[in-house]
Nanobody, 128 residues
């Protein structure tokens, strides 16, 4: 069955970097848009970034523009989220999600309700 497994989270100091990975299995990976979402305690889940399956075009929430970079390796069925210059407000549980029909560059590309498949999440803590 379709499975998404996140890894790479951890504790990092403000200003530090982390690279999250989302490993996919059980489906035709290059047919799906993959997105990253995050949810901090007491807050709603919010979109971070997505990457298209068609042309590798990307979309970023304002919170991560200039600091985060999403990429995909279809040969490895993996999507990465490189996060630099991390801030305490970036701390959250980060999820990856997959959907076949969404247009990543559109207004709904970072809307969590659109995505059908989800991983279990990886925790990111930013603290000194």
């Amino acid at each position: 069955q379709l499975q998404l497994v996140e890894s790479g989270g951890g504790l990092v100091q403000p200003g530090g970097s982390l690279r999250l990975s989302c490993a996919a299995s059980g489906f035709t990976f290059d047919s799906y848009v993959i997105a990253w979402f995050r949810q901090a305690p007491g807050k709603e889940r919010e979109g971070v970034s997505c990457i298209s399956n068609r042309d590798d075009s990307t979309n970023y929430a304002d919170s991560g523009k200039g600091r985060f970079t999403i990429s995909r390796d279809n040969a490895k069925n993996t999507v990465y989220l490189q996060m630099n210059s991390l801030k305490p407000e970036d701390a959250a549980l980060y999820y990856c999600a997959a959907d076949r029909g969404v247009l990543c560059s559109s207004r709904v590309g970072l809307k969590s309700s659109i995505y059908d498949y989800w991983g279990q999440g990886t925790q990111v803590t930013v603290s000194s």
